[in-house]
């Protein structure tokens, strides 16, 4: 494997800080990023680094990025971050000084660059007797999945994620982050995504948790969860807003299934999981297909979500139904909606399902680092 160059200033090496037992650190040279990490590297936060290609955190490398550090993406499809099996990413961003990663473009909008992608070695659903592991949507050849749910990705605090989600085609697509058989050990708080052109985060299996999310105009669905995710998602906001469309057929607040696509109903260790004080809200006239779709064997545990529409702006409320399996009867959702006309709620399997008017959803005031205020 190459090794990661970057470049800072013409005629310049800088020298990024790394394991004193490192012989080998990061020269930066023009301020351009990209390759692969195979050692302990910290990029510089004076640096406004440039995404130029994929950049492979591989197996038993690190990269810490510090906070205050800026990384802007060219624009393309193979411009992404993507954390290998084995690999690990620090980003330490703070209220004060969050990291930045977002499109390089003059004028930036939505897909521009590929995003965040992070695989771990965490369990996925997937048939009795056998350990499961998986290809990465955007790069087959990078596995994810196994059986260490405590897996230890890194760690990622206040973090801005923009203009991410760029796609091949439309069944090969990057999402704003996507967690891939990520493990417990890996702690994610304090996340602002805007405009991806997929979902706003998507867990494909494992058992990471995440805290304190905003996602604004994700073109598909805000919260995405599929084979067989197992953590918790606690203090979350999506909104689509004043002018939001979407390119998608069916675009949802909470699209949560149990295995990949449907294709394996009778896999074990579906997805079994709790989303906590959670608020979607649609102020376009677009109409969201489901504020919560939960389908095709998972099981979800969800409190306090508040759900604000305006007049038919949100088809269903909530949808139990689906051709490749139904959500099921173990499941619990409480919930309230301000504003929409619709009352629509399919249960055909009897999971309980009360209306709450005491839901206050997520709590806002831990966003005021990112200055984002159209709530």
């Known amino acids: 494997m190459k090794n990661l160059v ?6 310049t090496l800088v020298f990024v800080s ?21 050692n302990d590297s910290t990029l510089d936060a004076s640096v406004e680094y440039i995404l130029n290609g994929p950049l492979h955190v591989v197996n038993g490398g690190k990269l810490r990025i510090p906070a205050g550090t800026v990384i802007k993406a060219k624009k393309g499809f193979n411009k992404y ?26 004028t930036p909008s939505t897909g521009d660059w590929g995003g965040l992608v992070i695989n771990g070695k965490a369990i996925l659903s997937g048939a009795t007797g056998k350990v499961t592991t998986s290809t990465t949507e955007i790069q087959p050849s990078a596995l994810y999945g196994g059986n260490v749910d405590n897996d230890n990705s890194g760690e990622i ?32 708080e304090n996340l602002f995504i805007v405009s991806a052109a997929d979902d706003g985060v998507e867990f494909f299996g494992g058992s ?17 969860v599929t084979q067989g995710w197992k953590g918790t998602l606690d203090n979350a906001f999506g909104i689509w807003e004043a002018g939001y ?37 649609n102020k376009s006239t677009f109409q969201m297909h489901d504020a919560i779709k939960l389908r095709r064997g998972a099981t979800a545990e969800i409190t306090n979500i508040l759900i604000k529409g305006e007049g038919d702006n949100i088809k269903d409320i909530i949808d139990l139904v689906d051709g490749a399996g139904n959500g099921t009867a173990a499941s619990k959702i409480d919930y309230k909606v ?29 966003f005021g680092w990112t200055s984002y205020t159209n709530f």
């Open 6 to 11: 970057l470049i800072f200033a013409i005629f």
């Open 18 to 38: 790394c394991d004193p037992k490192d012989d080998n650190p990061i020269v930066v040279v023009d301020n351009i990023l990209s390759g692969d990490i195979e």
């Open 81 to 106: 971050i993507l954390v290998e099996t084995g690999g690990q990413i620090f980003i330490n961003g703070t209220a004060e000084k969050p990291v930045t990663l977002t499109s390089a473009e003059a």
């Open 157 to 188: 605090t206040y973090l801005k994620l923009l203009y991410t989600g760029a796609k091949s085609s439309a069944d090969v697509e990057h999402n704003g982050l996507t967690l891939n058989g990520v493990g417990s050990g890996t702690k994610i």
């Open 208 to 224: 990471v948790s995440v805290k304190n999310l905003l996602v604004v105009n994700s073109d598909d669905d805000m919260f995405d």
């Open 245 to 281: 469309a979407s390119n998608e057929s069916d675009p949802r607040g909470l699209e949560l299934d149990g295995n990949l696509d449907g294709k394996t109903p009778d896999d074990i260790n579906q997805s079994n999981f709790k989303f906590k004080n959670i608020t979607v809200v």
């Open 338 to 366: 301000t504003g929409a006309t619709s009352t629509k709620v399919t249960n055909p399997d009897g999971a309980t399902i009360t209306v709450n008017a005491a839901n206050t959803g997520a709590d806002t005031s831990v």
